[in-house]
């Protein structure tokens, strides 16, 4: 059994999962130039609750290669279905985004791919060849799929050399197969070790929590992303986006969370996000020092 502190999810959220409308000048003005330019952020589509901090800090979030994803992950809000054609305009389009909301911290993630050979791993490179381009003050994370495994499709995200490459196991070993669906847990940490023997030099990769893990997996976990040599880790509340998707079994407490920070900083990891917030991208700019 597990030992967590837990408030079950039937009778709606708690209290520390109220979020305060985002307010200040930055994020004014993003918001501003966002609606102006009809600018796509996954900040804004995906409704962030850290947004407005994240947006003061100078950070925001892209996605690339459409909006419909191969796969049918239960916990994911993204349309699945067959993606439409590639853009390839899309690399410029996001580098001039970039530059129009001065972004200093960039993060650029995909939709699953499956049905390109390349996994659409070409379009990442000259993604993020066209923002460094046109933003070369601007640093980088992207925050990858797992590309089925395949190295010459990671290769080509190594070879353009982000300051941070992410890659989420999402949740506990024994949920994986329902939680994930078509990913493997096992694939993800291949990945995430691959990444990181080919010399990039900050791995990343983030779990949610809530979905009917115990404490122990969580431990396990963690410990199989020390194994694979990630540097930083994301701990966050799974928040059900649909009456479609997975429900919340639990609502782990802010001494849990702090508790696996703890965990996870005495296990190695060169940082640690843990709180019920959190979310992949939450203080990314920090994660690059």
């Known amino acids: 059994m597990s030992t967590e502190t837990k ?23 993003l918001r501003g130039l966002v609606d102006k330019y009809k600018l796509n952020t996954i900040c804004t589509s995906g409704s962030c609750p850290n947004m407005g901090e994240c947006w003061g ?94 190295k010459r499709n990671l290769d080509r995200i190594i070879a353009v050399h982000p300051e941070v490459v992410s890659h989420n196991v ?47 997996e969580v431990i396990e976990t963690l410990h199989d992303l020390r194994k694979a040599e990630v540097d930083v880790v994301t701990i966050g509340q799974y928040l059900q986006p649909t009456k479609k998707h997975l429900g919340v079994k639990e609502f782990i407490t802010p001494e849990q969370f702090a508790r696996y920070e703890a965990i996870g900083k005495d296990l190695g990891f060169r940082h640690v996000e843990s709180g019920a917030l959190v979310r992949s991208s939450y203080k990314a700019h920090k994660h690059i020092h």
């Not at 408030?7 to 003005?29: I, N, S």
């Not at 100078?58 to 459409?66: K, Q």
């Not at 650029?108 to 791919?113: A, H």
């Not at 940490?189 to 979905?211: A, D, F, H, N, W």
Request: charged residues 30%; glycine residues 10%; proline residues 4%.
């Open 7 to 29: 408030t079950k999810a039937p009778t709606g959220k708690p209290k520390w999962l109220r979020v305060k409308l985002p307010t200040g000048k930055k994020y004014t003005e």
């Open 170 to 216: 999402e949740t506990v070993r024994r949920l994986t197969r329902e939680v994930r669906i078509q990913a493997k847990y096992d694939q993800s940490l291949e990945v995430l070790l691959y990444l990181k023997q080919q010399g990039v030099r900050r791995t990343k990769s983030g779990i949610m929590l809530g979905l009917g893990e115990t404490e122990e």
């Open 57 to 150: 800090e100078g950070t925001a979030t892209f996605m690339i290669l459409g909006n419909i994803c191969t796969r049918s992950c239960g916990f994911c809000g993204v349309k699945t279905g067959r993606p439409e054609s590639v853009d390839w305009d899309e690399p410029e389009k996001v580098a001039r985004s970039i530059k129009i909301m001065n972004i200093k911290h960039a993060v650029i993630t995909s939709v699953d791919r499956d049905d390109l050979k390349d996994g659409g791993s070409i379009i990442w490179g000259e993604a993020i060849n066209a923002i460094r381009r046109m933003n070369p003050n601007t640093s980088l994370e992207t925050l990858i799929p797992d590309f089925q495994g395949n």
